[in-house]
């Protein structure tokens, strides 16, 4: 099955405490991204990613980092996570910026 | 620069009914437009897109959109309404051709169909 695989569904973390959110799609595709879904806010870009190793930063990328070395998985990773990032977070990948993305199904965050 | 807006926070309609959930837009070029669909713990799904050729789109589970150039819109709508549509709807948009590879999404509208 085509999927977009996010891994934890939730995580309850500290300030300060380094975490990594996983993605990895089964479909091939070149392009992928992660954005935050805020209440009133709708989504907002963090970091996409066009192809490995081609990474730019999106609306919101303060606070976050990703990487892209392989095709397949593209992290999100928090060094020092802090209460205004508690969010919902979500990976998309595609076949490119201006085809449909396919949606992880989320990880919900909390920073204490 | 493109911008997008969903002005309604919730859409109320009986199962049955006609619904539209409203979507505008701004862009610099050509709009590229999409709406995609949140089910409750899930992730957002792809309805339907618009880039060119006939106003009126049609997609998934029944719906359409229709592409209004003049009024800067892409309304969504469905014939009638299934109390199984109930979910978060959001527009997005680019600007095209390039324009940023960051869609802007609107701050989403919930659907709520009565029995």
């Known amino acids: 099955e085509a999927q977009v695989t996010q891994n934890p569904r939730y995580l309850i973390t500290v300030t300060g405490k380094k975490l990594t959110v996983t993605c990895s799609q089964n479909m091939n595709h070149e392009y992928m991204s992660w954005y935050r879904q805020d209440p009133g806010l709708g989504l907002r870009q963090i970091y996409y990613s066009m192809n490995v190793e081609v990474t730019d930063k999106g609306d919101v990328p303060e606070g976050y980092k990703v990487s892209r070395k392989e095709k397949r998985n593209f992290p999100l990773i928090l060094e020092s996570p802090s209460p205004n990032q508690t969010s919902l977070y979500f990976c998309?990948?595609?076949?490119?910026?201006?085809?449909?993305?396919?949606f992880g199904n989320g990880t919900r965050l909390t920073v204490t | 620069a493109q911008s997008v807006a969903q002005p309604e926070d919730q859409v109320n309609v009986a199962e049955g009914n006609p619904l539209t959930v409203k979507c505008t837009y701004s862009v610099s070029g050509n709009p590229y437009l999409f709406w995609y669909v949140q089910y409750p713990n899930r992730g957002l799904q792809f309805l339907l897109k618009?880039?060119?050729?006939?106003?009126l789109v049609k997609g998934s589970y029944g719906f359409e959109a229709e592409f209004n150039k003049s009024q800067t819109s892409f309304h969504l709508k469905k014939p009638s309404a299934l109390v199984s549509d109930s979910a978060l709807y959001f527009c997005?948009?680019?600007?095209?051709?390039?324009?940023?590879?960051?869609?802007?999404f609107g701050r989403g509208t919930s659907l709520i169909v009565h029995p």
């Open positions: 618009y880039i060119t050729g006939d106003n």
């Open positions: 997005a948009v680019r600007d095209l051709p390039g324009g940023s590879y960051i869609p802007t």
């Open positions: 998309a990948s595609s076949t490119g910026p201006n085809s449909p993305l396919h």
